[in-house]
């Protein structure tokens, strides 16, 4: 039976390099039986936390906040990997993916702690204008032993200003490769 995939696709462009990545991930992905699920964040309306630590994780609605991670918490929640895609802005994630992890907190709020050490597995894919991605993997790495996730790897795709510029580059493979090896 195959695994559950939740990419966190963190880009504000749709259709632009690091959506390319998250592609051909889903691709080999789906290609070994996996389920994959995508949540393009810039399209969703979610608020920054605020801090209130009113969040509880056994609650239908972990939030206090009422918004999109409305449909996010479930997935995630169900999930067997996550995938973390942004561009690189300012050597780390965007502020799309890092607001949605920032709500993840309410998982880990009240009774019980329903995001860290269950078994769960990540992958982070990257698209980038330059080459400097050590501080936001040096943040992933901190984030996947502080959850207790299995860290899957990763694939950094650097070169890329304009849309289109990952079309042709082996990182587009790499990522169809890493998608296809989950089983």
């Not at 994959?36 to 509880?56: K, S």
């Not at 702690?113 to 204008?129: D, S, T």
Request: aromatic share 8%; glycine share 14%; with cysteine.
């Amino acid at each position: 039976m195959g695994k559950k995939i939740v990419i966190l696709n963190g880009s504000p462009r749709q259709h632009g390099n690091t959506s390319a990545l998250t592609a051909a991930f889903a691709e080999g992905a789906e290609s070994a039986g996996n389920t994959v699920t995508e949540f393009f964040l810039e399209g969703m309306a979610i608020h920054g936390c605020r801090g209130c630590f009113c969040g509880h994780s056994a609650q239908e609605h972990p939030c206090v906040q009422r918004d999109g991670m409305d449909g996010i918490y479930p997935a995630v929640l169900d999930s067997d990997i996550i995938v973390l895609a942004s561009p690189l802005y300012y050597w780390t994630l965007s502020g799309q993916i890092l607001t949605a992890l920032d709500r993840l907190f309410a998982l880990e709020e009240g009774g019980q702690n329903r995001l860290r050490g269950n078994g769960k597995a990540a992958v982070l894919l990257m698209a980038a204008e330059g080459h400097g991605f050590e501080d936001a993997v040096r943040y992933y790495d901190h984030l996947t032993e502080h959850l207790r996730w299995n860290n899957l790897g990763h694939v950094l795709a650097g070169g890329n200003m304009d849309t289109g510029d990952i079309n042709g580059k082996p990182e587009l493979r790499q990522a169809y490769e890493l998608g296809k090896s989950i089983r």
